[in-house]
């Protein structure tokens, strides 16, 4: 996971709070990535950032909004948790040119309840 | 819209056995990454395979790709312990990566 870091690592939330959890990659990649993971599924993308300034939509962005701070940073944001949102966050960046390889950073584990 | 098919979901096998899992995908894509995840663990890239009829080889693991039939095989040999792990393919188009489900491997001793 070097280059991609993310806080918290573990977070429990009551129905109704908000957090923002936080990504960050020394990379210098222009695209992040945040993606939800549930047990037994792949990886889901919620939002991404192609380039700093610019944000869109993956498969599963309802009840979330994200920011690209800057180049480094890129944070995801759950305005009311719930409980359908517990689940493990990664956050990713890419190379900007070929292989276009992602990094993941260690992931957060949050737990609505 | 791309999907991302992975089969099987579950593989038990014994040490020392030969396996395949394969990565179908929906639409065009030249590139598929196989990724390794363990338990309570990130994602790990294992290959990247950016042209029709690429082969890379690690250890006793191989990835292969064929864009034609729109397939990735990650082929095990002599299988041992520490592979057990959850494998992932992915595709990807312009700026998005579809995973799929995940084949969860155990190798018993």
């Known amino acids: 996971n070097a280059g991609v870091t993310q806080t918290p690592k573990f977070q429990v939330l009551k129905t109704g709070q908000s957090m923002t959890l936080q990504c960050a990659q020394d990379m210098n990649h222009n695209s992040m990535y945040w993606y939800r993971q549930d047990p037994g599924m792949g990886l889901r993308l919620i939002y991404y950032s192609a380039s700093e300034g610019t944000t869109d939509k993956g498969e599963v962005p309802n009840g979330y909004n994200v920011s690209r701070l800057n180049k480094r940073e890129f944070s995801l944001r759950l305005e009311s948790a719930a409980p359908s949102q517990t689940s493990v966050y990664f956050c990713?960046?890419?190379?900007?040119?070929?292989?276009?390889?992602?990094?993941f950073g260690p992931g957060t584990r949050l737990t609505v309840t | 819209e791309l999907k991302v098919e992975q089969n099987p979901l579950f593989l038990s096998m014994q040490e020392g056995k030969n396996y395949t899992i394969y990565c179908n995908y929906s639409t065009t894509s030249d590139r598929l990454y196989w990724y390794r995840q363990d338990p309570g663990k990130s994602l790990e890239s294992l290959f990247v395979?950016?042209?029709?009829?690429a082969v890379k080889q690690e250890g006793r693991l191989m990835a292969s790709l064929d864009t034609k039939a729109r397939l990735s095989t990650l082929h095990i040999t002599a299988a041992v312990h520490d592979l057990s792990a959850t494998y992932f393919c992915a595709a990807s188009g312009t700026y998005k990566y579809i995973f799929g489900t995940g084949t969860r491997l155990k190798v018993l001793a």
């Open positions: 395979l950016l042209s029709n009829g």
């Open positions: 990713a960046g890419m190379l900007d040119s070929r292989p276009y390889e992602q990094y």
